[in-house]
């Protein structure tokens, strides 16, 4: 792929993932794993939805309420300020993209100011800005720092890549057979289109502050009866370090750190750039690739349309 894809006439971007918001048929015992497995830490419950920070400022970076079954409910973006709010809703309209709830004053946790849309295919994505964060952030061992990415694999891969790029101001950070890794910050990556199996999540993704963090939460996790389902190991595109497991009802959850760090002067690469050597399937090659359990539940989890309305911020 060349770069043209840098130059689309694009004036807003959106800032960071801040937040994902899913539902599970027993949230009280996802909540529980989020606590007191995957250490996040519970801030609160309103309405029956349950929500969990990370050692980052952000408020939370996981909501969780019931629905039938585990679902996606809504990716939570960060704008600069009402006037990039109002400039990315602007890309979206232009993109032929329905806004359901268009730009409007929020409650906090959920910011001052913002809008939420389906993308072409029928994801569903709020952009605010204004929340009122945590004054108190620090790295702690152990711990997750913030949500690193979200990777979700698509049906009309050139639908959901347009609208990443030119309505919301991703760059094409590197393209493999299988992904595209798009950037909006100095994160090499924070959301991941995949070329087949969608509208589905293949996984969400937690940075550790290390990689000793990453190992610890792998052994915290065989201590909860769950195996590594693939890793430890060093991805291609990235170069971050990952061990990927199932979490409550079969939700794919990665630990990863040391993500790059690009900038402007980055070179993409292209899927001729990214071929592994036989047997290979990350830099380091001491893991035997993705279970079988894994790549099928990577393909299970739909966006729901329950509650993803922002009625309930207003
Ligand atoms: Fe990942």
């Given at each position: 792929?060349?770069n043209s894809n840098t130059?689309?006439?694009?004036?807003?971007?959106?800032?960071?993932?801040?937040?994902?918001?899913?539902?599970?048929?027993?949230?009280?015992?996802?909540?529980k794993f989020f606590a007191?497995?995957?250490?996040?830490?519970?801030?609160?419950?309103?309405?029956?939805?349950?929500?969990?920070?990370?050692?980052?400022?952000?408020?939370?970076?996981?909501?969780?309420?019931?629905?039938?079954?585990?679902?996606?409910?809504?990716?939570?973006?960060?704008?600069?300020?009402?006037?990039?709010?109002?400039?990315?809703?602007?890309?979206?309209?232009?993109?032929?993209?329905?806004?359901?709830?268009?730009?409007?004053?929020?409650?906090?946790?959920?910011?001052?100011?913002?809008?939420?849309?389906?993308?072409?295919?029928?994801?569903?994505?709020?952009?605010?800005?204004?929340?009122?964060?945590?004054?108190?952030?620090?790295?702690?061992?152990?711990?997750?720092?913030?949500?690193?990415?979200?990777?979700?694999?698509?049906?009309?891969?050139?639908?959901?890549?347009?609208?990443?790029?030119?309505?919301?101001?991703?760059?094409?950070?590197?393209?493999?057979?299988?992904?595209?890794?798009?950037?909006?910050?100095?994160?090499?990556?924070?959301?991941?289109?995949?070329?087949?199996?969608?509208?589905?999540?293949?996984?969400?993704?937690?940075?550790?502050?290390?990689?000793?963090?990453?190992?610890?939460?792998?052994?915290?996790?065989?201590?909860?009866?769950?195996?590594?389902?693939?890793?430890?190991?060093?991805?291609?595109?990235?170069?971050?370090?990952?061990?990927?497991?199932?979490?409550p009802e079969d939700m794919?959850?990665?630990?990863?750190?040391?993500?790059?760090?690009?900038?402007?002067?980055?070179?993409?690469?292209?899927?001729?750039?990214?071929?592994?050597?036989?047997?290979?399937?990350?830099?380091?090659?001491?893991?035997?690739?993705?279970?079988?359990?894994?790549?099928?539940?990577?393909?299970?989890?739909?966006?729901?349309?329950?509650?993803?309305?922002?009625?309930?911020?207003?």
């Open positions: 792929m060349s130059l689309a006439k694009v004036s807003a971007k959106i800032s960071t993932l801040r937040s994902i918001d899913l539902g599970f048929a027993d949230p009280a015992k996802a909540v007191d497995v995957w250490n996040l830490t519970p801030v609160g419950e309103a309405a029956g939805v349950y929500y969990l920070r990370a050692t980052g400022a952000f408020h939370h970076v996981l909501s969780v309420r019931k629905t039938a079954q585990p679902a996606l409910i809504r990716m939570v973006y960060d704008a600069a300020d009402a006037a990039t709010v109002n400039a990315l809703h602007a890309q979206v309209v232009a993109q032929g993209l329905k806004t359901i709830d268009p730009p409007a004053r929020l409650r906090q946790p959920h910011g001052d100011y913002g809008f939420g849309f389906k993308d072409p295919e029928g994801r569903n994505i709020a952009v605010v800005c204004g929340v009122k964060d945590h004054t108190e952030a620090a790295d702690k061992p152990d711990r997750p720092r913030k949500l690193s990415h979200i990777n979700l694999n698509a049906s009309d891969n050139a639908a959901s890549l347009a609208c990443f790029r030119d309505a919301l101001g991703f760059r094409v950070a590197d393209t493999t057979r299988k992904f595209n890794f798009l950037s909006c910050n100095s994160d090499h990556h924070s959301t991941v289109l995949g070329v087949a199996g969608g509208p589905t999540l293949n996984h969400i993704a937690f940075e550790m502050p290390d990689l000793d963090s990453v190992m610890r939460g792998a052994g915290r996790m065989r201590d909860d009866g769950r195996g590594i389902e693939w890793g430890p190991g060093r991805h291609g595109p990235g170069n971050n370090v990952f061990c990927y497991f199932l979490g794919p959850l990665e630990y990863t750190s040391e993500m790059q760090q690009i900038d402007a002067g980055y070179r993409s690469r292209a899927p001729e750039d990214w071929k592994w050597p036989p047997g290979r399937l990350d830099h380091w090659g001491i893991n035997k690739g993705p279970s079988e359990h894994i790549e099928a539940a990577g393909l299970k989890i739909n966006f729901t349309s329950d509650g993803w309305r922002l009625d309930e911020w207003r």
